[in-house]
């Protein structure tokens, strides 16, 4: 196994050398240049070093937030020679490092499939869910059940799968991304710096342009929609956590048991987490569509619209089964929506639900960093 | 008919378009270059140099008209037309305002810009991003654009604009701007230029072109011949001393070497030919392209040892490297006597002082010609550094005479419709010399300007704006 580790990991340096190699070029072009300083993090960040080995680059790849502002302004972009395509190469770079980092090693090959990865990890849930309730109590097309689930899965064996599963994902989501802050990282995190991190991400500060009129999307414009569908793709999905996480608490500490009213707590906070992650992946998914194809790496493009899709199916199966739960289709809603969600945690670590764990920690370093002396002198131009 | 035809395609030709079409002209812009390279040297700008009273926006302090019109008058050494001077002064403070309104975005100046920021405002992203915002509004507001358009000839009647040619298409209009830019893309126009010098070289066979490689003359030259009144001299243009490698055309700012004031500069003799630490370097760097373009080979190399690294912009490529003053003067195939000869006579002229890159310091030679007056440290610390530097022209000075509504002359008279912006009669401020941002603030002054004349002409009886107000 350890050698079957160091294997995989050789295989995966040598071509990630050609995708950094490739942001150390452009990096020493920009550093050069400096025009876009004003754009985002990714820049300044730049302008604090001189070379860009390994871990610089693993850093910058993923701070940038890919809003592609810098291709359209760049007047070293193709067809120039120089052909700088700062989005392409540090997205590219990007996927390198979740396959880099990730935990257990073997298991980051998947981000190369993760598109048929999803896809196969929540059909195949879909079954073993069909599968497990009838194989539970025979009763699974068993009449109208009154929203009552654990009349089709008791709730232990639900708490027993979901919660195994979602151990292991933060565990390995834990695991990498601590791998990647201790490449990365220099010096302790502040308070301060804490707080500017958490500002950054809660508010996706660097999809605002710089100037606070969006990034760009299928051409030179600037638009606010991708950080408002992110928005709400990223609070519908923390509402809905919530939602799981009051129930929780309900079940455990207060003895009330699912299912709970239309105007309960967990009901709202799930309703509104649904209602985001319907119109925020829808959004999405449309501007991955029309995204300007040289913002990003195309062949990434799979595992974008595979997550996208995932989400929307959880939360639109999650919503139908808060409409139809007192019907007969209510176990159906049921085992669909548990196995997209079950599809959402197995592939979670190798997905990329990880781009927001990644982003999170360079953002940290960041602030970091921009706390710390530059030992640089730069003087004038 | 269309009422405004704007012949060129970067910052003055999108100026004048806007301000046409917002004075109600119906506008055709014509850009000769494809849609991935339109904007001409716009794209490789970066800022304008800004008159302003107080702090404002992206500007700090005050930068009054009289010290502003000093540091033109310093740089070109009084070739200018002063009042169209002033005026390109005066209506720089007001640009800003109605440039935000076109989707332009200001930022304040970071880092390596720190002696610009009291008179320059930042483009955030550059010029491209500022050329971009100018295309995005003039398509919004129903300006006409096509690419791929150069126009080579046009017709002209009385003192007055009929039409314009590409190639056999005639393009009538009632008033016209032309904004097509410089020579400097015009290798053989250069070569005439510039002829031969004493050593029989034609010098500009060295040349690089930093912008854009659309900037053929043709316009300007059809100009000249058909009688319209020029200004400068062909051989003035803003000439910077950039990496001999970098591309033929399009460098842009990455090329530029920034060491310079940190070492020495010899030229293909491995001789120094002139003080390199004269002033800080956005002040003086300009002039390094003509000091290279009269030396040997038009070739020069930049000298530093390890104690520079980390103190200059990095550059966009890496710099020769040697870890003796022997091994450096083989590998740069310059005579080695000579060239440590030069190392050790200003090592040997250097005097101890208190090293300061960021300020005039006193580390100075004495009994050295030529002196290096600042920052003159002795270059003995190996490893050492090299950098090749060959002229690269930014723009051209040679245009056409004008006056304060942007009119074009023949024979000392001001044609009704025609009117020049951009580069094509930026020779009227800049005669010769550059300080940074001032080829942005003349485009988008005389852009304004000759927009409105322009609208004014196709159009009569109808208020218009002043862009001068």
Sequence with gaps: MQKLESLIQEASALSNAAAEQEVARIMQICNACRYCEGFCAVFPAMTRRIDFASADVHYLANLCHNCGACLHACQYAPPHDFGVNVPMAMARVRQETYMHFAWPQMMGELYKTNGLAVALGASVSIMAFLLLALALNGRFFGGVLEGNFYAVFPHNTLVWIFGSVFTFAVLSLAIGVTRFWRQISSGKASGAAVAEATHDVLTMKYLGGGHGEGCNNADDAFSLWRKRFHHFTFYGFMLCFAATSVATVYHYFLGLHAPYAVDSLPVILGTLGGVGLVIGPIGLLYLNIQRDPMHGDESQKPMDRAFIVLLLLISISGLGLLIYRDTVAMSIWLVVHLGFVMGLFLTMPYGKFAHGIYRAAALLKNAVEKRQKNTLQLGSD | ?469
């Design chain 2, 1 to 469: 008919m269309v009422d405004v035809l704007v012949i060129g395609g970067g910052n003055a030709a999108l100026c004048a378009a806007l301000m046409a079409r917002e004075a109600g002209a119906s506008v055709l812009l014509l850009e000769a270059a494809p849609k991935v390279w339109r904007g001409g040297n716009s794209s490789h700008t970066r800022n304008l140099r800004a008159m302003h009273d107080g702090p404002q926006d992206v500007l700090l302090g005050t930068y009054s008209e009289d010290e502003y019109w000093d540091d033109l008058l310093k740089v070109t050494g009084g070739l200018t037309n002063e009042s169209l001077a002033r005026l390109v002064i005066r209506s720089s403070s007001t640009c800003r305002s109605w440039m935000m309104r076109h989707g332009v975005h200001f930022q304040a100046p970071l880092s390596g810009t720190l002696h610009l920021s009291r008179t320059n405002a930042f483009f955030m992203g550059g010029g491209k991003a500022l050329v971009n915002a100018y295309y995005r509004s003039a398509e919004k507001l129903g300006v006409q654009v096509r690419y791929e358009a150069p126009v080579n000839s046009i017709e002209m009647k009385d003192g007055k604009f009929i039409a314009a040619y590409i190639g056999d298409e005639r393009i009538e209009a009632k008033a016209c701007v032309l904004a097509a830019g410089g020579f400097e893309s015009n290798l053989d126009w250069l070569k005439e230029a510039w002829g031969k010098n004493e050593l029989g070289e034609y010098p500009a066979d060295n040349f690089l072109i930093r912008g854009t490689r659309f900037n053929m003359g043709t316009l300007l030259r059809h100009m000249i011949d058909s009688g319209a009144d020029s200004i400068g001299d062909p051989t003035q243009a803003h000439m910077v001393a950039i990496d001999a490698r970098a591309p033929l055309y399009d460098g842009g700012i990455c090329t530029r070497i920034d060491c310079v004031s940190l070492g020495v500069m010899v030229n293909k003799n491995a001789k120094r030919f002139y003080d390199e630490g004269e002033d800080f370097w956005p002040k003086r760097y300009a002039i390094w392209g003509r000091l290279v373009a009269q030396q040997p080979g038009q070739t020069a190399y930049s000298i530093i040892d390890s104690k520079a690294l980390g103190r200059f912009m990095p550059p966009v490529f890496d710099g020769e490297q040697a870890d003796t003053l022997e091994e450096l003067a083989d590998k740069l195939h310059l005579d080695r006597a000579t060239f440590l000869k030069t190392i050790h006579d200003f090592n040997a002229a250097c005097v101890e002082g208190t090293f300061d890159h960021t300020a005039l310091d006193d580390c100075h030679t004495v009994n050295l010609v030529p002196p290096k007056t600042h920052w003159a440290r002795r270059i003995d610390i190996g490893p050492f550094y090299a950098y090749a530097v060959k002229p690269g022209i930014t723009f051209t000075y040679l245009g056409l005479k004008t006056d304060q509504d942007a009119a074009v002359y023949f024979n000392d008279k001001p044609s009704d419709n025609l009117f020049v912006a951009g580069e094509m009669m930026a020779g009227n401020v800049l005669g010769k010399g550059y300080t940074a941002g001032i080829g942005m603030t003349i485009g988008t002054v005389f852009g304004r300007i000759a927009g409105v004349s322009a609208a004014r002409a196709a159009i009569q009886h109808r208020e218009l704006v002043d862009a001068k107000a």
